[in-house]
């Protein structure tokens, strides 16, 4: 059955903007499964739930998973793969000698979960990761230019690291929102206002960017209007 | 530890030395410059020294930043970041670190609020220089593992600043069909 994976970053970044319920209405319109690893779920509930701060939204999360939105993948299914690719991503960029760890296990078991389930699509809001995926030849110019550090790739694990990645495909949460918006998941918040289209989901991309979805100002003005042209042309 | 992260400690401390020791107009923003350099190795090796190191400054020059009494700043920390300079040219880690953490009390002691303030002041130091290590190429959940800090308050925390604005990779009308694709929108 078709999935889609969800890295931690979206599931924040939604929780933190009350949009959680927002989840479980796609999932219906999807007819799939949406997961999440056991990694994911430490960062996610494990470690919130234990803590005074954000308590009541790893509470939420865990409705979430209770209510059957989101399934967790046991970690002996990914941990494999996992490893390997958590390996091969911290060792691609060499600076001052060493592979600079730049990713979390929690993102790379969202990455293994998608590939070994096969899912459409993972869910990542953070940028580091995404862009390993889909352009780390710039990645490694942001490191460089940040460290003022010559950084070397080592092409092999990049390839590997590529060929093992190459059919991952990335979404954000600002999608996530754009997409639920045009299935009119949001209509009982178009208000008697002018442009309440535009304004609404000025404010829920607006919302995910503030809570740590990687899209540009330039990139919300570009999906409000193209929303916008999709509803004109219906 | 690592020849570099050595290397780099101990200039780092040299330098803090030297603008405390210069008692000048100036040493503000050069302990908030020097901090925020320490920043390339913290990214870079991730290790607990590089970091220690950088919110050890970053606090000294937030106290300083409040105004509090400066000759206290001057004569309490300046022996002991030589200490621990000494101490880690001749590769005593072990009490290189207790000299670190001694910086930390001495700052406490410094500001009479600091002992509330000081917990405040470290949460908000991590999350500023996890988003500089995060601008640095470095994962939002490897930053917050790094400096033991929760993904949701950096989520947030670096949400709210401007780094999120770097464009990259697949251009977004590609990823928003994809998305209503995967929804079954035409």
Not at chain 1, 115 to 144: F, G, N, Y
Request: aromatic share 8%; glycine share 4%.
């Amino acid at each position: 059955m078709k999935s889609i994976f969800f890295d931690a970053g979206p599931v924040i970044s939604l929780s933190t903007n009350n949009l959680l319920w927002s989840l479980a209405r796609l999932k219906s319109r999807y007819n799939g499964h949406f997961y999440f690893s056991a990694a994911v779920k430490k960062e996610l509930i494990d470690t919130p739930y234990n803590s005074k701060r954000f308590k009541f939204e790893a509470i939420q999360v865990m409705k979430a998973v209770e209510q059957g939105v989101f399934e967790i993948t046991p970690a002996d299914k990914t941990a494999k793969l996992a490893k390997k690719l958590l390996d091969l991503a911290n060792n691609i960029y060499l600076a001052k000698g060493t592979g600079v760890r730049i990713v979390h296990r929690g993102e790379i078991d969202s990455l293994a979960g998608a590939e070994i389930m096969s899912s459409e699509a993972v869910v990542i809001d953070e940028r580091t990761t995404r862009m390993l995926i889909e352009s780390p030849e710039e990645l490694k110019t942001l490191v460089e230019n940040k460290l003022h550090t010559p950084v070397k790739i080592q092409s092999e694990n990049l390839e590997n690291f590529r060929k093992m990645t190459s059919e991952i495909r990335i979404i954000r949460s600002s999608e996530l929102v754009a997409v639920a918006y045009e299935l009119g998941i949001f209509d009982e918040y178009l208000l008697k206002v002018p442009e309440a289209g535009r304004q609404l989901l000025d404010g829920l991309l607006w919302g995910v960017k503030l809570n740590g979805c990687a899209v540009s100002r330039e990139e919300i003005d570009k999906i409000i209007n193209f929303e916008l042209k999709k509803q004109k042309s219906i | 530890m690592n020849d570099s992260i050595k290397k780099d400690i101990l200039s780092l401390l040299k330098s803090a030395i030297d603008i405390l020791e210069s008692e000048e107009e100036g040493d503000l923003l050069e302990l908030q410059e020097l901090s925020n350099h320490v920043i390339h190795n913290a990214s870079i090796f991730q290790d607990e020294d590089s970091i220690s190191m950088a919110l050890l400054i970053y606090s000294a020059y937030k106290i300083f930043a409040r105004g509090k009494d400066k000759n206290r700043i001057y004569s309490n920390l300046t022996p002991v970041l030589k200490q621990a300079k000494a101490d880690l040219a001749r590769d005593n880690l072990e009490s290189f670190r207790k000299r670190v953490k001694n910086g930390f009390k001495i700052i406490m002691t410094i500001d009479s609020e600091a002992s509330i303030y000081l917990e405040e002041l470290l949460d908000k130091a991590k999350l500023k220089k996890g988003a500089k290590i995060y601008e640095h190429g470095i994962s939002i959940a490897r930053v917050a593992e790094i400096l033991g800090i929760s993904l949701w308050e950096l989520s947030s925390y670096i949400g709210r600043t401007n780094l999120p604005e770097y464009k990259t990779g697949a251009d977004m009308e590609k990823r928003i069909q994809l998305a209503r694709q995967i929804f079954g929108l035409k």
